[in-house]
């Protein structure tokens, strides 16, 4: 991973502004919930009641699944050297918000 690679944080938010999925699906996204171009949020993210919300569809355009494909990649990196599965934790959601605002 470079100096100029973005982090998992900021991979986050970009990827929340490029979709308009709240930040909490984004944070326990599985990889497994994306098929092509097509995200399935589950049910239990989406806000709503329980027993009367359904999985939720999120077409993803080529700027979000490049996102994707990186985080995945710095992911992979930081999985290898420093965590195991009982290590690993979510993003926090103070993560996302703290973000300072760059103008660019």
Do not use: N
Not at 17 to 25: A, E, M, N, W
Not at 27 to 47: C, G, N, S, Y
Not at 68 to 73: E, N, P
């Amino acid at each position: 991973m470079g100096a100029c690679d973005p982090s998992v944080t900021h991979l986050a938010l970009r990827l929340l502004i490029l979709t308009g999925v709240r930040s909490k699906p984004i944070r326990f996204l599985h990889l497994e919930q994306i098929v092509d171009d097509v995200w399935t949020v589950p049910a239990v993210f989406m806000k709503g009641r329980r027993d009367a919300t359904s999985d939720f569809r999120v077409p993803l355009v080529p700027e979000a699944l490049a996102v994707l494909a990186q985080a995945r990649r710095q992911w992979a990196v930081h999985r290898a050297r420093y965590m195991t599965l009982k290590t690993m934790a979510a993003l926090s959601d103070d993560a996302i918000v703290s973000l300072p605002v760059v103008a660019r």
